[in-house]
């Protein structure tokens, strides 16, 4: 039995992780439940656990400092990511720390079976495509494919991004794509593309003397008033009003 620690600052989500699928079928049990970060890696230790599932935000420690913790004393841990997609900007830097996979809230069992088996299957030297189900393969595919999508936003949100650049990055559709993004992430393309660059603008008005145009420029948009227009449709204020604020944070 591989040995699972599940970290949530939300009671019903640990629940729900402890629940939503037979974890023993996989061949694997959950040894401990953490409200936070500082508990996490506690237990992770204690417990010599091998996956843990992980919210990013949490208090004393965030999800992903957790897992640059923890990988700095042992790389044998598998991680699992768990958020809401206005998180995923974070989410997206556990690629760095070798996350195996990040899910979307509201958790689907078939995700979590899917991420889970994966891991399973690697430690037991097989691989997913071994397993004659369909159903795992095509949620696996799904994830795939928006894991890739907000990968190229991070990496060219400075650019002129449209729907059909990312699909065809991807070889897929754009209406394909389109439909990823409403059914995975409740919202349409443009709609990510503007919270993520707006995540951006926000860290450079907070820690740079950057002017809004400068800023406005860097991440993405030729006209700052529209920018700021932007701005504050996804923030609900300004930029200049963000910038005077001492802490403020999108969709938080």
Known sequence: ??????????????????????????????????????????????????????????????????IQDLCEH??????????????????????????????????????????VKKIVNKKEGFSLHNEENPIMEQAAQTNRYIKKALEYVEK????????????DSLSISSSYLSKLFVDKLEMRFTQFVNLYRIKISQ???KSTDKTIEE???????????????VFKTVSGMTPMQYKSETSYYVNS
Request: proline fraction near 1%; charged fraction near 25%; charge should be negative.
């Open 203 to 205: 860290h450079y008005l």
């Open 156 to 167: 060219n949100y400075a650019s002129a991004l449209n729907l059909q650049e990312v699909a």
């Open 74 to 115: 042992d790389k044998k841990i598998e991680f699992i990511i768990i958020s809401g997609y206005s998180d995923f900007s974070y989410a997206l830097q556990g690629i760095k720390f070798g996350v195996s996979d990040y899910l979307l809230k509201p958790i689907e069992s078939t995700e979590l079976m899917n991420a």
């Open 1 to 66: 039995m591989l040995k699972v620690v599940i970290a949530d600052d939300e009671y019903y989500i640990l629940k729900e992780l402890e629940n939503i699928i037979d974890w023993n079928k996989i061949g694997c049990e959950i040894v401990g439940k953490a409200k936070n970060g500082r508990e996490a890696k506690e237990l992770v230790r204690t417990l010599q656990a091998n996956i843990l599932i992980t919210d990013i935000k949490m208090p004393f420690v965030d999800g992903l400092s957790l």
């Open 215 to 229: 800023i406005a420029s860097i991440v993405g948009y030729n006209d700052y008033k529209y920018f700021s227009q």
